[in-house]
């Protein structure tokens, strides 16, 4: 990486960190490929993430664990060549089975030039999943780029454990997590008001939550402290709802109401020019 390359870097990522602001959440509307990323970043985003699911989908996978590793790298670097703004990146629990593989994974997002990684425990033994925040935090003090990470904890969307100790649980996972370098955390699967407070009150980091319908609106969120708003795979589950219903349209009645609703063509193949 030149000197010039780090520098760059180095600012989005100071970007990207300082977009993490309680009570002003950064609000990610996750994308998959270039022209989603750009048609995100076109729509007023401060930054720019992509979601595992919705990767590993568009690449013909499943999501936990079926994507290739360099083709979810690879399709990471088309879109930070594509938008101006800082990328993060959903690389599941490192795409590796061990903290040393995790760190060579994240060595391999740096060379992208993304900004910023989200790396889930998978419900893994808390030292375990510690070790492997540590590795990429590591890994980036290594390559000289301010890297967030932002770790992420299942307990509350894998439902592990009783209902009444998850919360405790997954405090005690992101406490971790934040001493082994994490600088936000995330917990997917909370929604209710009550627990994020909590959350946002025990956990010394920004807290980063998943948002769909039935969630506290932005504002909302806002007022409690949430530094982060993802929506996941929402904007994939959509668009290929989209492509349901045209399909069923056609072949149910022979008519092509639903294909009104789309881009044109011109704008797609702008959307995806290198």
């Known amino acids: 990486m030149s000197a010039v390359d780090r520098s760059v870097r180095r600012e989005k990522a100071g970007l990207l960190r300082e ?18 990323a750009r048609l995100v970043a076109g729509t007023g985003a401060r930054a720019v993430a992509t979601a595992s699911a919705s990767v590993s989908w568009s690449l013909g996978s499943a999501d936990g664990g079926g994507a290739d590793r360099e083709q979810v790298l690879a399709r990471t670097a088309q879109i930070v060549r594509a938008v101006d703004l800082p990328v993060t990146a959903d690389l599941e629990g490192g795409y590796a089975d061990s903290a040393a593989g995790v760190g060579e994974t994240v060595a391999g997002l740096l060379a992208t030039g ?12 808390l030292e375990e999943a510690a070790e492997r925040i540590a590795a990429a ?27 009444e100790g998850r919360l405790d649980e997954a405090v005690r996972r992101l406490r971790a997590y934040v001493a082994a370098g994490a600088d936000g955390v995330f917990a997917p699967g909370v929604s209710d008001p009550e627990t994020i407070a909590a959350l946002v009150g025990a956990v010394p980091a920004p807290l980063n939550v998943l948002a769909g319908p039935g969630a506290p609106a932005v504002a909302e969120l806002a007022k409690l402290g949430v530094a982060r708003i993802s929506l996941g795979p929402g904007l994939a589950e959509v668009a290929y709802a989209a492509v349901r219903r045209a399909a069923e349209e056609v072949y ?9 609703e789309g881009l044109s063509y011109p704008e797609l193949n702008r959307l995806s020019a290198g």
């Open 252 to 260: 149910r009645s022979g008519t092509f109401t639903v294909l009104a």
């Open 19 to 36: 977009l993490h602001r309680p009570g002003e959440p950064l609000v990610l509307a996750n994308a998959w490929d270039v022209p989603s």
């Open 137 to 163: 935090r590591a890994a980036a003090d290594a390559a000289g780029v301010p890297l967030f990470v932002n770790a992420r904890t299942d307990v509350f969307l894998r439902g592990i454990g009783a209902p």
């Open 114 to 125: 993304a900004v910023g990684v989200n790396l889930e425990d998978e419900g893994r033994p």
